[in-house]
């Protein structure tokens, strides 16, 4: 991390100590969840691709089977399972960072049992949106 | 009294290097749309359920519905919004290399606006049908 330069006015950066980082700690689970929380919220970035692609599909756009061919296929359920608990588990993650903004829940048992929830909860809520899913176009094929 | 060594002003100098009384617009942004984007989120979640079983007309038909609609581009520009800072705080937390993380930040914009506004304009063709 230390000695990059490049900054934009040429000249050179004064060597400050840097605080410590990940490589410091041992893993906790609200560690973890925040990693995930980014790592979701950056997958979910590249999922508005598909988002865009669906809508513009629908509106005849390159063609609705072929957006459809892709949401059949097994790589694209498998995406677009992944993508579905991003988005669930980066909401949750969310409404738990609204919770700590308004300064509830930071207590050691409170953090923990809401990081739990957290991940219980998207991967609860994905499987039944899935089920609710596959049940609506008429069962699994 | 020594020559100043350059005549910029301290103003010019400091422009655009980062906040003055702005410096918070990112952070609440980010919780305005984090707030719109549950309920919208939800929202999207039961329109796309609803229309897994259709096809391209019937799902054009429900997405050009007013309702759906105006749901749907609520969704877009709230999570697009979202997503840019988003990113913009990622970058900014692990590009120190200055020229880097300034290609990254432009193209971190490109992209959310470009993948929003396409998004919106697939919503306003089914709606109007241009």
Redesign the interface.
């Known amino acids: ?1 230390m000695a ?5 006015d040429g000249r050179a950066r004064a060597e400050r100590p840097l605080s410590p980082h990940l490589q410091i700690y041992r893993p906790m689970l609200t560690m973890m969840m925040s990693i995930v929380h ?1 790592m979701t ?2 997958a ?2 590249f999922g ?2 598909l ?2 692609w669906w ?7 390159g063609g ?2 072929r957006f459809q061919a892709f949401a059949g296929s097994w790589i694209g359920r498998i995406i677009l399972f992944g993508f579905t608990w991003s ?1 669930i588990h980066h ?1 949750l993650g ?2 738990r ?2 919770i700590w ?1 308004f300064g509830r829940g930071f207590g050691p048992n409170e953090r923990e049992w809401l990081a739990a929830a957290n991940l219980v909860g998207s991967i609860a809520i994905t499987i039944v ?1 899935w089920v ?2 596959l049940l ?3 069962g699994p094929q | 009294m020594s020559a100043p060594r350059h005549i910029r002003t301290p103003l010019a100098r400091v422009r655009g290097f980062g906040a003055a009384r702005s410096g918070t617009g990112a952070f609440w942004h980010q ?1 305005v749309t ?2 719109a ?2 309920p919208l ?1 939800i929202a999207a ?1 039961f329109i796309i ?2 229309l ?2 259709s ?2 007309t019937g ?2 038909r429900v ?1 050009g519905s007013p309702l759906v609609a105006i749901i ?1 581009l609520l969704f ?1 520009v709230s ?2 919004v979202h ?1 840019r800072i ?2 913009q705080v ?1 970058i900014e937390d692990y590009v ?5 993380k ?1 290609a990254l930040l432009v193209g971190n914009s490109f ?1 959310a606006i470009i ?1 929003g506004l ?2 919106v ?3 306003l ?2 709606s109007f049908g241009l």
């Open positions: 991390m990059e330069t490049g900054s934009l980014r919220g950056a979910n970035y508005t691709i988002l865009a809508l513009n599909a629908a509106a005849g756009l609705y089977a988005v909401m969310g409404i960072h609204l903004d949106l609710v899913g609506a176009m008429g | 919780r984090a707030v984007n549950v989120t979640i359920i609803m897994l079983s096809n391209q799902v054009a997405l749907m877009v999570i697009t997503m988003g990113m990622i120190h290399h200055d020229r880097l300034l992209f993948v396409a998004s304009y697939g919503i063709k089914l």
